[in-house]
Nanobody, 118 residues
Framework: QVQLVESGGGLVQAGGSLRLSCAVS????????MGWFRQAPGKEREFVTR????????YYRDSVKGRFTISRDNAKNTAYLQMNSLKPEDTAVYYC???????????WGQGTQVTVSS
């Protein structure tokens, strides 16, 4: 059974940085495209970014372009989300997801809280 475990969330001041990790087990990591999503209180879950199986193709929502970077280390079965210049509106629970097909996610992590104070 494929399992995803996020880590790295926390409380940070506006302008600060965090790096989230998503460790994948129980499957062949290179079979999966990876994505990050987030859900703020009272709002629907929204797409943040995704990366292809090899890492050669990435895509970001407009509001995080230039601030967030997704990456993956296929040797460590781990995906990352580097978040810089954080803003209070980035506050949310962040989820990683894995999918056999790009933009279709089959497995989800439990989420990690990111709180950005002003």
């Amino acid at each position: 059974q494929v399992q995803l475990v996020e880590s790295g969330g926390g409380l940070v001041q506006a302008g600060g940085s965090l790096r989230l990790s998503c460790a994948v087990s129980g499957g062949t990591f290179t079979n999966y495209a990876m994505g990050w999503f987030r859900q703020a209180p009272g709002k629907e879950r929204e797409f943040v970014t995704r990366i292809s199986w090899s890492g050669g193709n990435t895509y970001y929502r407009d509001s995080v372009k230039g601030r967030f970077t997704i990456s993956r280390d296929n040797a460590k079965n781990t995906a990352y989300l580097q978040m810089n210049s954080l803003k209070p509106e980035d506050t949310a629970v962040y989820y990683c997801a894995a999918g056999l097909r790009l933009n279709m996610y089959d497995y989800w992590g439990q989420g990690t809280q990111v709180t950005v104070s002003s």
